[in-house]
Structures are given as structure tokens and as C-alpha cells.
């Protein structure tokens, strides 16, 4: 299952393929393993993986769509938790505590790398703008 997060800019004339770039760029710079998997005239695609061990467990993809004056960036992440909010009670009285623990520092982690990541779009975009 994925989560997701979009944003979008309008009148910004940003290139996108830099933007695509840099985004690369910032995965590197916090342990993940990341390309871009997808360059076509309107949409890129970049894929990242940790590639030290970590809490967050999954994979982030991030779609750059549209043209340099109108676009969206979407942060999508298969580090989703297996355990519903609900049923934590009934999972530490049967012993999986610690999963779960895994998971909710998974989820912690997660957010925390996407804040930093959308602060740094709004700081690549006004920095790329051409406007």
C-alpha cells in the first residue's frame, strides 16, 4: 500500500529535469540509495531505497509531473505500518510489542525524512524558479 503527498506550483518556470536532479541529490544525502527511473518530456520518477541499515523500512518514490510553469511533486512511500492504531492492545497482549515498536519507529522516521524533504523542494524550486 502506498502514502502519499502531493504539492503543486504554478508560474514557478522551473526546470524540471534539475529539480529531478537535485531531489537525487538529497536522497543520497540521507543514506538512501536513489536514481531516477522514469525522464520523459512530462514526468520523472525517482526511486530510493536506504542503503544503511535504518528504521524505515520500504521505499520512497518521489513523481515530478506536468511542464516547468505548472507541476506537482508527489512523495510516495511503502513504509506503511502492518498494524492498525485499533488493535495495538490486543498486539502487545499477544507478543507482538516489538513489531510493532518497529513499525511505529518506521513510521517516525518516515515523517521525519519527508519534513525535511518538502522543505527542501520549497527551497530547490524558489532557488531554481526563473520567475
Known amino acids: 500500500m502506498w502514502e502519499t503527498m502531493l504539492d503543486r506550483w504554478i508560474g514557478k518556470k522551473v526546470n524540471l529535469k534539475l529539480l529531478s536532479e537535485s531531489l537525487t541529490q538529497f536522497f543520497g ?8 527511473e522514469l525522464e520523459s518530456v512530462n514526468e ?5 531505497v536506504p542503503k544503511r541499515p535504518t528504521n524505515i523500512q520500504g521505499s520512497v518514490n518521489v513523481f ?3 511542464s516547468s510553469e505548472g507541476f506537482e511533486v508527489e512523495f510516495a512511500s511503502t513504509a506503511r505500518s502492518r498494524f492498525s492504531r485499533a488493535a495495538t492492545g490486543l498486539q502487545t497482549l499477544l507478543g507482538l510489542g516489538p513489531l510493532l515498536l518497529r513499525d511505529l519507529k518506521s513510521e517516525e522516521e518516515l515523517r521525519a525524512l519527508e519534513t525535511r524533504f518538502w522543505s527542501f523542494v ?4 524558489d532557488g531554481l524558479s526563473m520567475v
Open 29 to 36: 544525502e540521507e543514506g538512501f540509495s536513489s536514481k531516477v
Open 44 to 48: 520523472y520518477r525517482i526511486a530510493a
Open 64 to 66: 515530478i509531473r506536468g
Open 122 to 125: 520549497d527551497r530547490k524550486i
